[in-house]
């Protein structure tokens, strides 16, 4: 086999054992690295809360998402229209978008996004997800990489969406449940909530990543039905699920 046709069967047997979003992410920043790239981010936007695993800067994806750039990011707007693989930014690239999308891109390079290329993919029910691969590299040219790795970048978006969706969501019938398949965890993240702690300080005392809490913390939302993590933190106690 080529050197793609080896990365892309690493990945292949890497992310089934990758059951959980810190796991999904290791698996899937090596492949990125292995690309010529810096960065990858998959962001997924079926419902009211948006899913996103990436290896970007924590300081970024959180100001990306108080600021709601998901509704602004050029990038976004195009995977929500187009059905092939894109590029995008890169030296010499014309300016994209109004003043304020342009304003977008120079923040996101400031975070050492500079281009990338994006796969977009239809979600059910109207929803959407792109999975993208960025470099802050101005020696990258973005368009080079998507002739050497084009099928190979399709394909793993796809394996990675899959695979999010089959390992990492909730069974359709899973959000009906009354509230007894919460699992250890998601009761553990729940109940330390309810003693005040923050998703970073029950990262600490169960010895997992903050993003792996807020995950459990919003699995269990979605099974007892709340609108707020408050509120099922009050559901749980409720049903004495938390005793």
Excluded at 66 to 87: M, N, T
Excluded at 110 to 116: A, P
Excluded at 169 to 198: F, H, I, M, N, Y
Aim: with cysteine.
């Amino acid at each position: 086999m080529n050197s793609i046709e080896d990365i892309f069967q690493e990945f292949v047997d890497a992310i089934q054992t990758a059951n959980d979003p810190d796991a999904c992410e290791r698996v899937a920043t090596r492949l990125t690295e292995r690309l010529g790239f810096q960065r990858f981010a998959y962001l997924r936007l079926t419902s009211d809360t948006p899913m996103l695993i990436s290896s970007y800067p924590n300081s970024w994806t959180s100001r990306y998402f108080q600021l709601g750039y998901q509704q602004l990011d050029p990038v976004v707007r195009r995977a929500r229209l187009e059905h092939a693989l894109f590029s995008w930014g890169g030296e010499g690239a014309a300016p994209i978008g109004n003043r304020e999308q342009r304003r977008f891109f120079d923040e996101a390079r400031s975070f050492g996004i500079r281009s990338g290329i994006t796969v977009p993919i239809r979600a059910g029910f109207g929803g959407m997800a792109a999975f993208t691969l960025a470099t802050g590299d101005r020696e990258v040219h973005p368009e080079r990489l998507i002739a050497q790795s084009k099928d190979v970048v399709q394909l793993v978006a796809l394996y990675f969406h899959t695979h999010v969706a089959v390992r990492l969501d909730l069974p359709a019938t899973g959000q009906q449940q009354v509230g007894s398949d919460l699992t250890q965890r998601e009761r553990q993240c729940l109940a330390w909530t309810a003693q005040g702690k923050t998703v970073a300080d029950i990262a600490v005392l169960i010895g997992v990543s903050s993003r792996t809490v807020a995950f459990h913390l919003e699995n269990a939302r979605r099974k007892l039905g709340a609108a707020s993590i408050a509120q099922c933190v009050a559901e749980a106690m409720r049903r004495g699920l938390l005793s």
